[in-house]
């Protein structure tokens, strides 16, 4: 494991936890938590996955795009290894040695010989019960993951179940907020139509719509036009009779 700065290794998770809060959203905090893990622990390759609704596995966020997509064929047609195994069990699962591993014989003769994984580990992601994902390190040399590499990765896993959740709570917050302002400028801008062109309320509605569809351009994108201009472009030819 790469030797972590000489700080307290408590003050060091706590500058991990602001760095991590600090990012704008999932995709780029899932991306953080992957390249510090690499770089604090050493390991070659760092994934994210999720058990789909349907029971399928997929690998979400990775370093190496090429490399995971492998990993994920392997992993999901075979529906074995440790990605699957820590989702499952919501635990830790330690893969020493692939060569003799006998957990998973179709998984292991696979990955033998199509990747230059040679050991692994996978931590499940989980927060008040709720499962957000797995943490998966890569290392192309057998017994990498020692005890003190998986100690301090299963620290790591926790804070980063915990950075996860909270941005997927801002990332869900944000989506709302959003909806919310573009249902407000819609209504102002039916209100607009409604009162300036004589129409109901759902022929508002169907103007702004149409007017979306043959612009291909977004409903609010629309409504906040008219809510600016108090126009919709070509509102006669669209009128309902």
């Given amino acids: 494991m790469t ?18 809060t600090s990012q704008p959203d999932t995709d780029t905090t899932a991306s953080r938590i992957l390249d510090l893990l690499v770089k604090a622990s050493g390991c070659d390759w ?8 349907h029971g399928g ?10 490399l995971i997509a492998q990993v994920a064929d392997i992993a999901m047609t075979t529906d074995q290894g440790i990605a699957s195994e820590a989702l499952h069990t919501r635990g830790a699962i330690r893969c020493q040695d692939l060569a003799s591993e006998s957990r998973w014989p179709e998984y292991r003769t696979r990955m033998m010989a199509e990747t230059p994984i040679r050991s692994a580990v996978a ?25 003190e590499v998986c100690e301090f990765a299963a620290v790591y896993a926790d804070h980063a179940a915990i950075a996860l959740a909270n ?12 909806a919310l302002l573009s249902n407000r400028e819609i209504g102002v801008a039916m209100g607009i139509l409604m009162a300036r062109h004589a129409v109901s309320q759902q ?8 007017v979306s569809q043959t ?14 201009t108090g126009e919709l472009p070509e509102w006669r030819r669209l009128r309902p009779a």
């Avoid at 760092?46 to 609704?53: E, R, V």
């Fill in 3 to 20: 030797e972590l700065p000489r700080v307290d290794i408590a003050q060091w998770f706590a500058v991990l936890a602001k760095d991590f």
């Fill in 46 to 53: 760092a994934a994210i996955a999720h058990l789909k609704d």
């Fill in 57 to 66: 596995l997929s690998f979400d966020y990775s370093t190496d795009a090429s």
């Fill in 123 to 147: 931590y499940c992601l989980s927060l008040d019960d709720v499962v957000h994902g797995a943490l998966m390190m890569y290392s192309s040399h057998p017994f990498y993951f020692t005890d």
């Fill in 167 to 178: 941005a997927r709570d801002h990332d869900k917050s944000a989506n709302l907020e959003m």
């Fill in 203 to 210: 022929q508002a509605f169907d103007l702004l719509r149409s």
């Fill in 215 to 228: 612009t291909h351009r977004k409903l609010r994108d629309v409504a906040a036009d008219v809510t600016l």
